[in-house]
């Protein structure tokens, strides 16, 4: 007679794929939080193997190049925070623009978005940015394109984004409200304007 053994949970594999995944989503972290908190520079395997609390050997293992850390760690960030919309164009477009402001500051955007430019010719890196900057202008676009289309409307996203973006990347400040205020005031006005 054979005795089948009761299944008494997860098998060796379904083990091993959570510790693959646990795995996975502490070195994410990890890799994210020097990100945000020491920049590109400090994204080293012995940093992040220390403050993920696992070996260089597993981190070398599973991510080999310098760039498998960056891209575990944009994979980190997730989705980008946004204003929830009120009906009022220019009040929506205008907190659309604070929210990214803060998510400057909250999670160190410039590091990102420098990062994302130093490594701008890696194929995988531009498919990585284009999701990211894809969630990131999705509601600006969403609600610009209610009144605009075409080259207006990927002039306008992009001159509204880079009154965040610009000021952050070039010169380490952030636009107060009145100079959000006044960029999105112009964009509008050219609304009214015939092209």
């Known amino acids: 007679m054979t005795v089948v053994p009761a299944d008494d949970g997860p098998s060796e594999a379904q083990g091993k794929d959570a510790r693959v ?6 070195v994410s972290r990890a ?21 993920a609390g696992y070996s260089k050997t597993t981190l070398y293992t599973h991510w080999p190049a ?3 850390l960056i891209m575990l760690a944009l994979d980190a960030l997730g989705e980008m925070p946004h204003q929830e919309r009120s009906g009022d164009l220019r009040a929506d477009v205008i907190g659309e623009l604070r929210v990214f402001r803060q998510a400057v500051v909250d999670l160190r955007l410039d590091h990102i978005l420098s990062v994302m430019a130093q490594w701008a010719s890696v194929e995988e890196m531009a498919r990585v940015r284009d999701r990211i900057n894809s969630d990131g202008q999705r509601p600006l676009r969403g609600m610009l394109s209610e009144v605009l289309d075409g080259a207006r409307l990927e002039a306008s996203v992009s001159m509204l984004t880079g009154v965040v973006a610009c000021p952050t990347l070039m010169f380490g400040t952030l636009p107060d409200d009145a100079v959000i205020e006044a960029a999105v005031d112009l ?3 050219a609304v009214q304007s015939p092209s």
């Open 21 to 26: 995944a646990r795995t996975r989503a502490d």
């Open 31 to 51: 890799a994210l939080q020097v990100l945000i908190e020491e920049g590109c520079e400090a994204l080293t395997h012995a940093h992040v193997a220390e403050i």
């Open 66 to 68: 310098r760039l498998d």
């Open 187 to 189: 964009v509008l006005t």
